[in-house]
């Protein structure tokens, strides 16, 4: 296995603009999960996905934020007219199916920063 | 719904010496429990878990936690530090008995410094 991998790592952009995050999960894992982490806080849940359908999204979860699973393998996470409060770090995991859904494996992270 | 609390934001500690890094979480019959570490710069990597079983779990790294029932703990614990254990520690939690969806809540977080 690879481990989960985010892209890209770094994105820097000017307020209003649109931006996409993409997570690739590690392979045959079903489960995929969005967080957010600001600076000095633990990572906060935004969405959940189960093979493609988009499950569960937490409030934090603006209108101007969408998520999308559209093969059941890789996901993007995309941000319209961004806010300078969007800046965080932007975490992806994955879990597998059956019994081993409990533990969540996280990629590297995605660090936005809107000027 | 979960919480978590750790109860340090910072802990310097001296190269070689142990180390306590503590966590509570809020009441629930059943929990799952997770202990992260997070380097600068990087994702999340998983350091133990509790899901059943014997109440004190051995992870990587040299590094254990014990699941306490009673008291809604899952202190994490080291018995001799290195400068490389530098980085912030996440403790999360999971219910169990939620949707079957549920997401990982974690606190936010202790810095664990080591001082040669």
């Known amino acids: 296995d690879t481990g989960v991998s985010q892209d890209p790592r770094h994105k820097i952009t000017k307020r209003g603009q649109n931006v996409t995050f993409r997570c690739d999960p590690i392979?045959?894992?079903?489960?995929l999960y969005w967080y957010r982490q600001t600076l000095g806080q633990g990572p906060e849940f935004l969405t959940y996905?189960?093979?493609?359908?988009?499950?569960?999204k937490s409030r934090l979860l603006s209108d101007r934020f969408s998520a999308e699973r559209p093969k059941g393998s890789f996901s993007t996470l995309e941000i319209q007219r961004t806010e300078q409060g969007d800046s965080a770090m932007y975490l992806c995991?994955?879990?597998?199916?059956?019994?081993?859904?409990?533990?969540?494996?996280f990629g590297p992270g995605t660090r936005l920063l809107v000027l | 719904a979960q919480s978590v609390t750790q109860l340090d934001s910072q802990v310097p500690v001296f190269e070689e010496a142990p180390v306590e890094l503590r966590c509570n979480y809020s009441?629930?019959?059943?929990?799952?429990l997770f202990w992260y570490v997070q380097y600068p710069n990087q994702g999340l990597q998983l350091l133990l878990k509790?899901?059943?079983?014997?109440?004190l779990v051995k992870g990587i790294n040299g590094f254990e936690a014990e699941f306490n029932k009673s008291q809604t703990s899952f202190h994490l614990r080291k018995p001799s530090v290195h400068i490389s254990d530098t980085a912030e520690y996440f403790c999360?939690?999971?219910?169990?008995?939620?949707?079957?969806?549920?997401?990982?809540?974690f606190g936010k977080g202790t810095r664990l410094s080591v001082i040669a």
């Open positions: 995991a994955s879990s597998p199916g059956g019994g081993g859904w409990k533990t969540q494996y």
């Open positions: 392979s045959e894992h079903n489960r």
């Open positions: 996905f189960q093979n493609e359908a988009q499950l569960e």
């Open positions: 009441s629930s019959v059943s929990v799952y």
């Open positions: 509790y899901l059943s079983g014997s109440t």
């Open positions: 999360a939690v999971s219910d169990p008995f939620e949707s079957g969806n549920t997401p990982l809540v």
